[in-house]
């Protein structure tokens, strides 16, 4: 069972969900918001396993080239381009499909491997510790979460800490996603990105469900637009200053009191039950 | 036959210089010496990425020899740069004022650039 936490925008509290239900769980945590992972300030394994990400990019020998013009024609991500009697490569705009080595008639493009980032794992107490990171300057951070999800073992609970916002980084966790759990603050601003996310999980054909974070009890918007949707609304995380300063020196919650952990527990209950349904 | 290029928006008379290069509706070319002034649409406006990488081969392919726009990013200047295209940073506004600035020698050269847009 996998299960994506997202959120419209960074800061909601993907990362205190996620560490806190994997923690509660002694299940998989996943980090996948491969541009800014944090989940290791939480969850910090001692010994680490990695591998690298790569991807392939095509290079022109020139001295075999004969200006066709094929590959450049056929790239529909314009990563090549024809000028001053030569092949431009644009690495970063290559989605490394390998067309143009296939179609070049005289042989000239091969392809080589660019390491982008790295998928580790480690155990922290009974949690196992995933997650990816790209290398600083790499534009798209797509394979790096497409590797961390195709190298999860498939049995158990992966809570996925997903990437912010509705990017394709976010799209590609919440499609690999058996269930989507949407993080929000009872805000205006928290509603926009619930609405937002909710279409994302729809595009994919994901259910989802929510948790509010920051909770008090003055704004029900965000319970407003659950009942519109028909988003089941799993937990409510109190707006509580101590939960703020636990957060801020690294710690998990889950693994600090009975009360804290049963918080996290109740969210795992329902979410079983709704994903059962 | 020196060929001046401009990214526009809008088309015909009404067209005004485009503050965006891979993202212009279409490119306005100048012959500077027959005063003839035809329009192409842009054929990286419709590309999912790398706009300005095709909207470059574009100008290129026209055979321009001289490029005004208000800003590039770095891959289009690499690719014009490579193809011995003049840069020129261009006035905003009216097509026609921006072409007379230009063969006025009132335009600056364009040389900074920004980082490529690609989405992740």
Same mark, same amino acid.
């Given at each position: ?146 590797? /961390? ?6 049995? *158990? !609970?992966? @809570? ?9 980084? #976010? $799209? ?49 918007? /965000? ?6 949707? *028909? !988003?089941? @609304? ?9 939960? #703020? $300063? ?32 | ?120």
């Amino acid at each position: 069972m996998k299960i994506a936490v997202l959120s419209g925008k960074g800061g909601a509290g993907k990362t205190l969900v996620a560490v806190n239900l994997a923690a509660a769980a002694n299940a998989r945590y996943v980090d996948c918001d491969v541009e800014e992972p944090n989940g290791h300030l939480f969850l910090t394994p001692t010994e680490v396993a990695a591998e690298q990400v790569t991807v392939t990019v095509p290079v022109v020998e020139a001295a075999t080239c004969t200006g066709c013009r094929k590959c450049v024609d056929f790239c529909r991500f314009n990563a090549l381009a024809w000028v001053n009697d030569e092949v431009m490569v644009f690495e970063e705009a290559c989605k490394s499909c390998g067309g143009c080595a296939v179609l070049c008639p005289s042989g000239a493009i091969s392809e080589e491997l660019r390491v982008i980032g790295h998928v580790h794992q480690g155990m922290v107490n009974s949690v196992e510790a995933w997650g990816g990171a790209i290398r600083p300057g790499v534009v798209s951070g797509v394979p790096v979460v497409q590797q /961390v999800l195709r190298s999860l073992p498939a049995n *158990g !609970l992966s @809570v996925i800490d997903g990437p912010p916002g509705a990017s394709c980084l #976010a $799209l590609e966790t919440a499609r690999a996603a058996d269930y989507c759990l949407l993080v929000a603050e009872p805000t205006k601003f928290g509603v926009h990105n619930v609405r937002m996310i909710h279409q994302l999980t729809v595009a994919v054909d994901r259910r989802c469900g929510v948790v509010i974070n920051k909770a008090t009890d003055g704004d029900t918007s /965000v319970e407003e637009l659950c009942a519109e949707l *028909g !988003l089941p @609304v799993l937990g409510r995380i109190a707006y509580d200053p101590q939960i #703020a $300063l636990a957060n801020s020196q690294g710690l998990v919650l889950a693994w600090q009191d009975d009360a804290q952990r049963q918080v996290f527990v109740d969210i795992l209950d329902r979410l079983g039950a709704v994903v059962a349904q | 036959m020196p060929l001046v290029v401009l990214p526009v928006a809008g088309s015909g008379s009404a067209s005004k210089v485009s503050d965006s290069f891979g993202r212009a509706e279409a490119f306005l070319v100048y012959d500077t010496e027959s005063g003839e002034r035809t329009e192409q649409p842009n054929q990286g406006l419709s590309s999912s990425g790398g706009a300005g990488i095709k909207a470059a081969q574009q100008v290129v392919d026209v055979g321009a020899n001289v490029l005004l726009a208000p800003q590039l990013g770095e891959n289009a200047a690499k690719i014009l740069r490579a193809g011995g295209i003049s840069l020129f940073k261009s006035r905003s506004g009216d097509t026609s004022d921006t072409i007379a600035a230009y063969l006025a020698g009132e335009l600056p050269p364009l040389t900074q650039t920004h980082p490529s847009q690609h989405g992740a």
